[in-house]
């Protein structure tokens, strides 16, 4: 069974790595991570997609727009 890792993203690249170490250290590997990052205005896109450039289980998409936490949210859940 796979299952999916929804993460909302905004200016929080440098928590990033915590997450990533996280979720890659799990024993169970039939998952996938989506990222919807919220128009952060740090660094965050460059570091997750640095990070997971690798491993195609981590799938990033971006809003236009800075839209919030709830529409963020919502976003993973389409993808």
Do not use: H
């Amino acid at each position: 069974m796979k299952f999916s890792i929804l993460i909302a993203n905004y200016n929080n690249g440098k928590y990033f790595a915590d997450c990533y170490k996280s979720i890659i250290s799990q024993t169970y590997q039939n998952w996938e991570a989506i990222v919807v990052d919220d128009a952060s205005t740090d660094n965050s896109l460059e570091i997750i997609r640095n990070l997971t450039k690798e491993d195609p289980r981590f799938r990033i998409f971006t809003n236009e727009e800075n839209r919030g936490c709830g529409y963020t949210k919502r976003k993973t859940l389409e993808f």
